[in-house]
């Protein structure tokens, strides 16, 4: 008896193989069998006409803010998405100062169309430093696993203040507070460093731009998220990844194969 059969969908299984229709069978947090006909299940999901794929890891989200309040994640997890990364861009949260709180969703608003008004109500800055801001996380439930970069604004904000808003170059010390910073929360369990050089990030207030980066908190060290080199950003994301902070599931950890997730077959994939 399996835990849970998926009966009859359309199996895409990410090798490049094409589709075939069978069974998919989970016992625990493992997949028992892919394909063919699966014996009886305590639960059972019938799957015809459906496609039953592999999570997708979406490595490019800005789920920074709700990630704090919504366990569900929507719409990412309704698309199929099990692990998404956020942090990305240079903007985030933390770590944050009670006096910038505006300022940041400001920014997050302004390059990333998040409605701040949203942000506003919904994130309750139970933190301060980047550590703390992976506790906050780790206080709600999940329905998918989720993964945080240490971003390039914030940091600047947190140690320059004023200065970082009007675009000013950082200072050696300054330099040496974001890289510390930036050690701090990556050893804390943020995937990775992010930061931007897109000129449509920039905003008057300041964004993480061009000049920040080339003076910025170890970016030489920690790979930016954009441009060409962003497979190797991926690959030290990797390396990060056993050690880093997972948040699991089912709140238990460990777990390496997941359920795949159910997508209806006639709703195209974003
Ligand atoms: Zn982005």
Partial sequence: ????????????????SPGFTGDLAINGDRIAQVGGKAGP????????????????????THYDGQATWDPVLAPSSWHGVTTILFGNCGVGFAPVRKRDHQG???????VEDIPGIALAEGLKWDWESFPDYLDALERLPRSIDIGAQVA????RVYVMGDRAIRRENATAEDIAEMARLT???LRAGAFGFTTSRTDQHKTPAGGAGARPLRRGAG???????????????????????GR????????????RERP????????PFL
């Fill in 41 to 60: 299940g305590r639960r059972e999901v019938q799957a015809e006409g459906r496609l039953v794929t592999p999570g997708w890891v979406d490595v490019h």
């Fill in 1 to 16: 008896m399996h835990d849970l059969v998926i009966r009859g969908g359309t199996i895409v299984d990410g090798t490049g």
């Fill in 183 to 185: 050690e701090e929360a």
């Fill in 260 to 267: 795949p997730t159910l997508v209806p077959a006639d709703r």
């Fill in 244 to 255: 880093g902070r997972r948040i699991p599931l089912d709140g238990r950890g460990g777990a």
């Fill in 104 to 110: 940041l969703i400001d920014l997050m608003e302004g």
């Fill in 219 to 241: 970016a030489d060290r920690h790979r930016p998220c954009h441009g060409p080199r962003r497979p190797r950003y991926l690959r030290h994301a990797l390396r990060f990844r």
């Fill in 152 to 155: 390039h604004h914030p940091l």
